[in-house]
């Protein structure tokens, strides 16, 4: 089971700092396996992906959104997945979704509830 719950968000202002939070209930070699990645879906907007890494924490990939101010991190020990976002900025406001990508899927299988960040100007 890949069960994945996020936590971390909140309301900061405008270039603050939040770190959001990822934990699997997978096991630490199903974990290990996964690529993982953060998305995000504003109001009235579609879901998209802000932050992706391979397994064994190879390739990171960003949206330009959000390059240089987000980084994305994975403890396979501890089965987790974060975010760390700076310099936030009130179009950061989403909900914010861990998603899971099995090997050799092209699709995102495996989504969490969601955390809501708002950032107010």
């Known amino acids: 089971q890949v069960q994945l719950q996020e936590s971390g968000g909140g309301l900061v202002q405008a270039g603050g700092s939040l770190r959001l939070s990822c934990a699997s209930a997978?096991?630490?070699?199903?974990?290990?396996?996964?690529?993982m990645g953060w998305f995000r879906q504003a109001p009235g907007q579609e879901r998209v992906l802000v932050a992706a890494?391979?397994?064994?924490?190879?390739?990171?990939t960003y949206a330009d959104s959000v390059k240089g101010r987000f980084t994305i991190s994975r403890d396979d020990r501890e089965r987790a997945l974060f975010l760390q976002m700076n310099d936030l900025k009130p179009d950061d406001t989403a909900v914010y979704y861990c998603?899971?990508?099995?090997?050799?899927?092209?699709?995102?299988?495996?989504w969490g509830q969601g955390t809501h960040v708002t950032v107010s100007s």
């Open positions: 890494m391979s397994r064994g924490g190879g390739a990171r």
């Open positions: 997978a096991s630490t070699r199903t974990f290990s396996i996964l690529t």
């Open positions: 998603a899971a990508k099995a090997p050799g899927e092209s699709s995102w299988d495996y």
